[in-house]
Every structure is written in C-alpha cells, then in structure tokens.
C-alpha cells in the first residue's frame, strides 16, 4: 500500500487562527480523501480532493471552513480556518488503492484548539 | 441516525481465546465492508475487508463474516493476542461511491496476558 506522511502530526492551536495540513504520498493516486475523527466519534468523510479541480465536500463541510488544495497526484493540503475548540479532532488524509473500495490512511494530525 | 453500528465500545478477552467484534449496519445498498485497527497515536489501518456477494473472508488470524439477511458483520481473531489490543472500527461503503466509506464508532479491544 501507498506510504502517506502527514504534517504536522501534532498542533496545539489558538481560537480563531487557521491551520493548514499537509499529505505527502510515495505514488500517483488519482483521488485523494480527507477525514475526521472528533473525540468518542466514528471517522467522517470532509471532502476528496480533485487534482485540477474543486475538492468536492460533504454534507456540512465547507470549503470557506476547510479549503483544500491538490496541486499535483502526491500532494494535497486542508487547511481549518477560524478554528474553534469544535474543530479539535484527528484529521486523517488517505487514498484508495487496489481492488474494491479500501482506503488508506495517513497517521493523522491532532489538532487541539484552545 | 447512524448507518453503521458498533454496539460494544470495549471488549476484554484473553490471550490465546477468540475475540469477536460485532458491527450491525442499516443501509441495504452497502456492497463492500472493512475492518480497520487502530492503535493511540496513530491513523487507522486497513485489516481486512468482504465484498456482499461472499459470506465469508479470511486472512491468517482474523476472519469477517457477512449476514446479509441480519445486516450484521463480524470480526474473529483467533488467537487473540495482546498485540490486537486496539481500537476496532467497521466500515461499508456505498456503491458507486469512492472513498467515501461510513464508519462505526469502534470497539476498543483489550487483551490480556
């Protein structure tokens, strides 16, 4: 499977700034995908991240809230604007390889806002 | 309302016994199902999957089997070992729609020596 890097791994954040998140992966894939787990919860699909096009976002994410960026096939970048203690969760990005639907992820990046 | 379920948020077992993780799901239309392990501080992995048209899948130590009539899928490990100790989380996936997998809350397993 794909080798993912995320940065930071690890940021403590102050209410009302902005922090952007970096993925890194060792191959060309076509779609990228990015996740979040907020504390006790289930892991949630943000958005894919198109390369050459808008990320496509899910029902209640936003791109003013968390805009991604794809420039190139092994690289993407969500970033959480205006954050607030709500958005202190796991951000996790990953890839889909191989046959069916199995994703991968990257080791996430915890972010907590103070 | 949640799709995907995982009614038990721990389970304690024994070394060398067989740990079973349970995970009910509600949406009919889900074609392909994961299980994914998660250790503190680290992201999820990718453990083994089963598409519906089989009831069954196995790899070493950890078999998932699928009742589609129930909606209900299962992770056996046998043996357990204190190794597995971890966050189990199930997934499914919507036809048609990649990457975009609904995960159940997890069931953190624990294994004792």
């Known amino acids: 499977s794909a080798v993912i890097s995320q940065k930071p791994s690890r940021d403590i954040c102050q209410r009302g700034t902005s922090l952007t998140i970096q993925c890194q992966v060792d191959s060309q894939v076509t779609m990228m995908f990015w996740y979040r787990q907020q504390p006790g919860q289930s892991l949630t699909l943000i958005a894919t991240a198109n390369q050459g096009s808008e990320a496509t976002y899910e029902s209640g994410f936003v791109i003013d809230k968390f805009p991604i960026s794809r420039p190139n096939l092994t690289f993407s970048t969500l970033t959480v604007s205006n954050m607030s203690p709500e958005d202190s969760s796991i951000y996790l990005c990953?890839?889909?390889?191989?046959?069916?639907?199995?994703?991968?992820f990257g080791e996430g990046s915890w972010l907590t806002v103070v | 309302d949640q799709q995907v379920k995982q009614n038990s948020p721990s389970l304690s077992v024994q070394e060398g016994r067989i740990s079973i993780l349970n995970c009910d799901y509600t949406?009919?239309?889900?074609?392909?199902f994961l299980w994914y392990k998660k250790y503190p501080a680290e992201g999820p992995t990718f453990l083994i999957s089963?598409?519906?048209?089989?009831d069954k899948n196995e790899d070493g130590r950890f078999t998932v089997f699928l009742n589609k009539s129930a909606k209900h899928l299962s992770l056996h490990i046998v043996p357990s070992q204190p190794g597995d100790s971890a966050v189990y989380f199930c997934?499914?996936?919507?036809?048609?729609?990649?990457?975009?997998?609904?995960f159940g809350k997890g069931t953190k397993l624990s294994v004792k020596p």
């Open positions: 997934a499914a996936s919507p036809g048609g729609s990649q990457g975009n997998l609904i």
């Open positions: 990953s890839v889909v390889q191989g046959w069916g639907n199995t994703i991968y």
């Open positions: 949406n009919s239309m889900f074609d392909y």
């Open positions: 089963i598409s519906s048209i089989k």
